[in-house]
């Protein structure tokens, strides 16, 4: 491989909630380990490996100019993306136009249902949800209506057709949120599935914010495919959200972006998200899309995603081998493992709360899966050094689950 994600960053003190927050975030994050044990962190949806240089080189490059005032966005920002479209998810026609800066995909996703919701409305959104939509939404005033995901004979997870027409209609939901890949399960949606759920989505008026921050995020080979490209009506009702800042690890950095195609959609997602004038570019955030995005960003993701592969291959057989009682389904993207619990406590008689110290006392920062809309969940990342995932395998049998 070209790219090092075999060493351990120390990132102690450099402003990272990853490794800095354990012990000091109350009920919001793990505790700190036991004294004789380093922390491996698995919780938050950041990434242990050092970024693509070329970001670092855009940044550094601009830094060199001493004047940092208002700006546009340059027509490199827009030509990265488009380029960066076409490449990754074969999307044709893209403009510059249908384009927009957003400060993050929670903002959009709350711009959105402020310009086409009323305060008080219910919003569809599925289950297992991402906590951010659930907090976002709600602490804006927006009632969740929840259509679960089933797990079919294979244990993958599938959309409940019925249930989201049913909801729609009961509720006279007129804006769902979307989740392409789907943050916490890791499905990647085939093009089918997306075209079922377009069309329940059509049939009920709806507008449709997808989410496909997780976009370049494929493990094994398989394929994103982009909401809008699945039919004419699904790129028209469709306000879909991207982002460098999970692929590169930029989140530090704040920095998305929207495609849009309806003119009416845009308009009136642009006049409520500038209301605040706070949906504003950064000037570093811009030059790093621009380093990202480039063939380097290229060959760096798909190395990526050749080692998020293998540590997931790696620690799901090794979970369904070790660690009886625990049920998952192997994630199509992301780097996430959702792990279902409720098995394994219920014959060892232990709370989820009892679990998940017992694997922060020993280090292993993994996260409450409860917020994400599953009694008896942990959400693991496997964004690091396959060492530091063998460590955690390691402890969690002597220590935990063994």
């Known amino acids: 491989m070209r790219y090092d994600f075999t060493t351990i960053m120390d990132r102690r003190g450099m402003d990272a909630m990853a490794v800095d927050a354990p012990g000091k975030r109350g ?7 036991k004294e004789g044990f380093s922390l491996i962190p698995m919780w938050v949806a950041d990434m242990n490996f050092a970024t693509v240089p070329t970001v670092q080189e855009a940044i550094i490059a601009r830094t060199k100019h001493p004047a940092f005032g208002y700006f546009e966005p340059r027509e490199a920002y827009f030509a990265s ?3 960066w479209q076409e490449s990754r998810n074969k999307v044709q026609g893209l403009t510059k136009e249908a384009i927009g800066y957003e400060n993050g995909v929670l903002g959009c996703v709350v711009s959105a249902a402020d310009a086409f919701c009323s305060k008080g409305d219910h919003i569809l959104v599925h289950a297992p949800t991402y906590i951010g939509f659930t907090n976002s939404l709600e602490n804006s005033g927006y009632r969740l209506v929840l259509s679960d995901l089933v797990q079919d004979g294979d244990g993958v997870w599938r959309m409940d057709y019925e249930d ?5 209609k009961a509720y006279s939901i007129h804006v769902a949120v979307f989740c392409s890949p789907h943050n916490p399960s890791g499905r990647v949606w085939e093009r089918w599935e997306l075209e079922k759920a377009m069309a329940v989505y059509k049939e009920n008026d709806c507008i449709v914010i997808s989410d496909e921050i997780w976009s370049d995020i494929l493990l094994d ?5 982009p909401t809008q490209s699945v039919s004419q009506d699904a790129r028209e009702r469709t306000i879909a959200i991207y982002a460098p ?24 997602l642009r006049k409520q998200s500038s209301l605040s004038h706070y949906n504003a570019q950064n000037v570093l955030s811009m030059h790093a899309l621009i380093g990202a995005y480039k063939p380097e960003g290229q060959q760096w ?10 540590n997931v291959d790696y620690a799901y057989t090794y979970i369904l081998e070790h660690f009886k009682g625990i049920r998952l389904a192997k994630p199509q993207g992301t780097y996430m493992l959702f792990l279902d619990c409720e098995q394994w406590c219920r014959e060892h008689e232990k709370t989820l709360d009892d679990l998940l110290k017992a694997g922060w006392d020993v280090g292993v920062a993994w996260q409450d899966g409860r917020p994400f809309h599953r009694e008896w969940a942990i959400r693991v990342n496997l964004a690091l050094p396959k060492s530091l995932v063998e460590e955690a395998m390691g402890r969690l049998t002597e220590y935990v689950l063994g």
């Open 27 to 33: 009920d919001k994050g793990p505790g700190a380990p």
């Open 81 to 83: 993306i488009i380029r």
């Open 221 to 225: 080979g398989n394929k994103h495919i």
């Open 301 to 310: 993701v798909d190395e990526l995603c050749q080692v998020l592969s293998e």
């Open 245 to 268: 800042s999970k692929t590169f690890n930029l989140a530090g950095l704040v920095g998305s972006y929207h495609i849009v195609y309806n003119k009416y959609l845009r308009d009136r």
């Open 164 to 168: 989201m027409d049913r909801k729609l």
